[in-house]
Each structure stands twice: as C-alpha cells, then as structure tokens.
C-alpha cells in the first residue's frame, strides 16, 4: 500500500540542532545537508512513484522520498550500500538532509533499497516507462529555478559508458554461450545431456579450449565450437520445457548475429566484420553493444548530456540526459533532443559538434528558432575556392531557385518535394561572361549549364557558411566547455565502474549520478536555499 513520506523535519528534544548551541546549529544549516533537504528533499514527487505500490489494503511502503535521496546521496558521496547504511544511521547530516528524527520508526536496510530497485526495474520493462529519469530532470528543473539560471544557452556532448562485464573475443562468446546452456541443461531435473557436451562441465575443459589455443588453430576451433553449438541448438528445440529460459535465449541470438544458416540446418561462421556492434558480446549483459569511437574500443552503452550553462554567473546544470547502447549515434541524439525534449521549447542557442549534425534536426530548430552551432562538421567539405549551393537565393513561396550566385535567373527551375532536390538550368551565355564560373557548383550540359543539389546539401553548405565568423568561434569556445562533464562523471562519480549490468539496471545509477552532479555543482556555486 502507497504511503507518503514526511515532509518536514520531526525535530525531537534529543535531536543536535534543539540540544546544541546556536553556533553548532548555524554551522549545520550551513552545510549541504540544508540545502539538500530543502531544495531536493522536498521537492521529490512521491506520488510519481505510487504506481510501483498496491492499492490494497497491506504493509505500507518506506517513504519513497527517503529512498530516492539516498540514491542520490549514495552517488554523491561515492558510498557503497553499507557504507550509506552506515551513514544513514550515523551521520546527523544524513538525518537532517533526510528530515529524520525517529530511526526506530524510518529504519530501514539494504534490502529496502534493492528492493525499490527491483521495483523500478520491474515498471520500465513492463511500461517502457523510466520513473527515476523523469523525477531526476525533474528535481534538476528545480534547483535550476532556485538558482535562477538563464536557460538561453545550451550545449550537448556525449560520452562512452563502459559495461562491467568482460570483453570477450569471439572464441569466448561462443564457449561461454554454450557452456551456460550446458550448466542449465545439467540443473534440470530429468533431463539427459548427450556425452558430446559434457566436458564442458569440466573446469579445466575451458583453459584446453581457448587459452590453449594457437592463433592458427582458432579459426577451426571457432568452427569446432559454431557446429556444438548449433547441434546443441537443434537438441534443445526438442526440449520444450527449457526453451523459455535466458541461456536458451542467447543461444538462439548468438547463432543469428555470428553465423548463417546454410540449406541443409547447419551453421557457418561469418566473417567477423560482418558482425553487428548490436550483437551479444558478453552473456552477463545483453544489452551492451560494440562501438569503436575515436580508434578505442567500447563494449556497454553511451550518455548524451545537455548543459544549460548561464554565462553571467558561470554556473551550469544537466537539464537532460539520455541512455543508450552505444550504438545510438549522436545525431540521433541531436535530433531526438530537439524534436521532442521540453527544453528545446526554452533554450535559444544549442552548440554542437560535427556528429551531431543532421539536416531533420536543423531543420526543427530553425522552426523552433534555436541557433544551433557545429563546431565542426564532418565528412566532405567544400572545396575552398567553390562556393556553396546556399548561394543560390531560392524563392519562399515555390521553393524554387530564383537567381545565381551572379544573380541571373534560371531558364527553367524545378523543386521536387518528394525527393528534397532542387534543380535549375541556365544561359550558357551568362555563365561563360560569369567571373565566378570557375568557383560556381554549375555542370555544364548541352543546351543550358545545369545545377542540382538536395536539402541536405543546402543545408549542409548553409551551415560550413558560418564557420570561422566570430559567432562561430565564440559558441565553439562555449561549447568546450561540456567536455570537461564526462571526466567528473568517470572520476568523481565512477560513472564506468557501476556495480550492475543491463541496460535498465545500470540506468537507475546514471540517473542518481547525474542527479548528484548538479547537486554538487549547486552546492559548489554557493547557491545554498534557506
């Protein structure tokens, strides 16, 4: 049954700041627990969270917003569970950011924390619905409100988030995947396993396999384990009381993404490069894909951050996150932030680098009047002595090409709306008296000169145009300043060492660690709330 939290603090005769001196209760109200209490404490929307809980009649739940603070303060204090116990119990600052007075009536342990863990995990793959993300961008909204911060200028970057589980080369995926099903098999009560599998029970079966094995033998040892595996495959099809378990599963998907299944059922092996990043790398976490991002290797997922950094008073917050397999590419990112988050409705300027580029998403900021700014774009420039398509004036109303880069008009113009292609032909007469037609995109064709470019390109030029202007160099400059975030994520907050695996798992620590970043840098700007 679904029960709020106190939102007070139950201050009692034996409590420090009553029993204390006013100089002790001034310094206490000057620490961050204050703060916290009131300006993150309070503000926590418990009945967000109600859904978790029964309606029933039954045993009421600890106060949610109890819980969800010390998710927060676990990461912002860098503690482990007992640690937080620890200090839940033993830190009046803990108590006092908490509201708590009474330690027998809000006891609580660790299980009462993994079992709220549990029960957000449970929700999202039920609904698909992330309820620690929304009250985390919520709570930031607020300390933002009480730090009155300018929401004009934003800037995004995104950062590699390492899986804590093993990388495996393909000779281990392909063992470890058929040793799991073989140990799942042997547990199951009636069930034989044929003599081909059962050394795969043996503990030294796996060092003879694969550390054992020279570099010219492992092609026919992968080939040896893809042809156990697919046989152990087809065995367990007939098996139709184990074909429902998470070992089976991984099977299944492992011969999917590694092989390709010939006429006659058997499995080949393909070539390593046609692998998906998507596919299985590591059977403890499903849900960690591949990426090789600036020459290094990545094996989890990937945080994209937006920073509203108010220039005035040098302060910032993360006002959105999100969390994805690392195969999410930036632009993706880009795009979905400025098509759907609620802030992209209050920010002005938005700087980017050049992977966050895509022509949907300048397309959508324009119509939401955002700036948005590529600090540099990637793929093939123009060339320096051509000038770009965007020097052609195209009418509003027909979104056709109206004049040259000389400014003639065309013979004929054409926009296919379908195909997001502009199209014009002009005089040869023009173009061959023209002083730019060394410089000019124009091809050259029988009748007319002819010019022809998508929107992609259009836009594309349109935003290389502005590279090197002052505006380009003053909001390149701004958006530097994001890459430093990644690095306090990985050394204060460990944000490549959380202690779980899995997609939704792990993001319930992103959430509490980003949380507990802008807490900090709340609390490291002064901006304290009495």
């Known amino acids: 049954m679904f029960k709020h939290g106190k939102k007070e603090h139950q201050k009692s005769l034996f409590d420090l700041d009553i029993q204390g001196s006013p100089s002790m209760t001034k310094r206490l109200q000057n620490t961050w627990a204050e703060s916290f209490f009131r300006a993150v404490f309070l503000s926590i929307n418990e009945d967000r969270f109600a859904v978790l809980y029964s309606d029933k009649l039954s045993r009421p739940n600890k ?140 503990d030294g079966y796996e060092k003879e396999t694969l550390y054992r094995t020279k570099s010219n033998q492992a092609e026919s040892k992968l080939e040896f384990l893809i042809k156990q595996a697919s046989n152990l495959f087809y065995f367990v099809q007939n098996e139709t009381n184990v074909q429902d378990i998470e070992a089976f599963k991984h099977l299944t998907r492992l011969l999917n993404e590694q092989c390709v299944q010939m006429e006659d059922g058997t499995f080949i092996a393909v070539e390593g490069n046609k692998i998906a990043p998507s596919s299985l790398q590591n059977p403890s976490d499903p849900d960690a894909t591949y990426r090789n991002k600036g020459g290094k290797k990545h094996v989890g997922y990937s945080l994209n951050l937006v920073e509203v950094r108010d220039q005035k008073n040098g302060a910032g917050l993360i006002l959105s996150h999100a969390y994805k397999a690392n195969s999410h590419s930036d632009a993706q990112y880009g795009e979905t932030f400025v098509e759907n988050h609620p802030l992209s409705n209050e920010i002005e300027t938005l700087s980017v680098d050049g992977a966050y580029y895509r022509q949907k998403t300048v397309e959508k900021a324009k119509e939401k009047d955002i700036e948005m700014n590529f600090s540099q774009l990637t793929g093939r420039s123009v060339k320096d002595d051509q000038i770009g398509v965007d020097q052609f004036t195209i009418d509003p109303e027909t979104n056709q090409i109206n004049t040259c880069p000389a400014g003639h008009s065309p013979v004929k113009a054409t926009y296919n709306e379908e195909k997001d292609v502009y199209t014009a032909k002009f005089e040869k007469t023009h173009c061959d008296k023209c002083p730019l037609r060394a410089y000019c995109p124009i091809q050259e064709q029988k009748k007319y000169n002819n010019v022809r470019y998508t929107g992609n390109k259009l836009q594309t030029d349109l935003v290389r145009s502005q590279l090197g202007t002052e505006r380009h160099k003053e909001l390149s400059n701004y958006r530097a300043g994001i890459e430093g975030i990644p690095s306090i994520l990985r050394r204060a907050f460990h944000i490549d060492h959380i202690p779980v695996r899995g997609y939704v798992r792990s993001k319930i620590w992103v959430n509490a660690k980003i949380m507990a970043y802008n807490f900090k840098m709340f609390w490291k700007n002064g901006l304290k709330v009495a």
């Open 63 to 202: 106060p949610v917003n109890i819980l969800v603070s010390l998710l927060i303060l676990k990461e912002l204090n860098a503690l482990t569970n007992e640690e937080l116990i620890d200090s839940y119990y033993f830190d009046y600052r803990f108590q006092h950011a908490l509201g708590v007075s009474d330690l027998i009536e809000e006891g609580l342990c660790i299980n009462t924390l993994t079992n709220f863990r549990s029960r957000l995990v449970s929700y999202e793959g039920q609904t698909g619905i992330d309820l620690l993300h929304e009250e985390m961008e919520s709570l930031s909204n607020n300390l933002a409100e009480h730090m009155n911060l300018n929401k004009s200028m934003a800037r995004m970057d995104s950062l590699m988030v390492a899986s804590s589980c093993k990388n495996m080369s393909r000779l281990e995926l392909v063992y470890t995947v058929i040793r799991n099903m073989v140990r799942t098999l042997n547990q199951t009560e009636g069930l034989i396993i044929p003599e081909a599998f059962t050394k795969f029970l043996e």
